[in-house]
């Protein structure tokens, strides 16, 4: 028997305002529940879409004293699935905060947390500023997490443009690679396609990509696009834009599969540059 799983995302598209967030994104997760789905990803900055660093902070708490944690938690309960929550702001050790990405089972329980390494710290040619760095602290460790049907490696958003990551992630035995975003809208209409697929085939696992959508504080606009790739890098659902649900039935077997017939992590080589 196929090793088989049906999964989601969700792409809303999140303001200001975290009450009206989770009332959201809490029913988009019990429609996906109610489709099949065993595995829920939401995006990056899902409880909260906030550029103002003050309230950033105000809302950070420690992991397990988090109120979007608990509430997850507490969905995760309640629709008997796995729920990867995008990212948080968690309290940090010092006055930065990080931007985490939460694995919650079925049962309600906090299994993995994932701290974004890469910050987004660019100037656009639009115009278009972000400097992550001046809010958050940076990672520095990578996470896969042991699930019942497989392993599953973490990223957020800017990490997709590294591609040593991924291949870390597949080397060390990931299956599937979640990349939780708010990607924006300038980026993500040449860059976000391309850049999905190419993790997925370079590493030979699924993608769940789950996008944030819409028009933000700050003039932050994102691309949505939510996306379900296979290893073999063919799109299995595209949410497109507004916002959604997007559902994929992924067979974690294709996986081996695909490794075997194109080994390409087996023959990666160290080089020397003259």
């Not at 967030?21 to 909260?48: H, W």
Request: aromatic share 8%; glycine share 8%.
């Amino acid at each position: 028997m196929r090793n088989s799983l049906r999964v989601a995302c969700v792409q809303p598209s999140s303001g200001q305002s975290l009450e009206k967030n989770l009332s959201i994104v809490s029913k988009m997760v019990r429609d996906a529940a109610g489709r099949g789905a065993k595995f829920i990803a939401t995006p990056e900055n899902v409880a909260l879409m906030e550029h103002r660093t003050d309230v950033l902070k105000a809302n950070s708490y420690p992991l397990y004293d988090h109120n979007v944690i608990i509430a997850f938690s507490t969905l995760a309960l309640e629709t008997k699935t796995t729920i990867l929550v995008g990212s948080v702001p968690i309290k940090g050790k010092g006055e930065k905060i990080l931007n985490c990405s939460v694995l919650i089972d079925s049962s309600g329980k906090i299994i993995a947390c994932y701290s974004k390494i890469h910050l987004f710290d660019v100037e656009l040619v639009n115009g278009d500023n972000y400097m992550e760095s001046e809010v958050f602290e940076p990672g520095d460790k990578s996470v896969i997490a042991n699930l019942p049907w497989g392993k599953l490696g973490m990223t957020i958003c800017y990490d997709l443009r590294f591609p040593y990551l991924y291949r870390a992630l597949a080397k060390a035995g990931a299956q599937v690679i979640t990349i939780p975003a708010a990607f924006t809208s300038f980026t993500g209409k040449d860059h976000w396609h391309v850049l999905v697929r190419s993790r997925a085939i370079e590493c030979g696992c699924y993608i769940i990509a789950p996008g944030m959508y819409g028009e933000h504080s700050g003039n932050r606009s994102t691309y949505g696009h939510s996306l379900i790739v296979d290893p073999w890098g063919r799109v299995l659902a595209d949410a497109g834009e507004g916002t959604g649900i997007i559902v994929a039935d992924i067979d974690i077997d294709l996986v081996s599969q695909v490794r075997s017939d194109l080994p390409s992590l087996k023959h990666d080589r160290d080089i020397s540059i003259i």
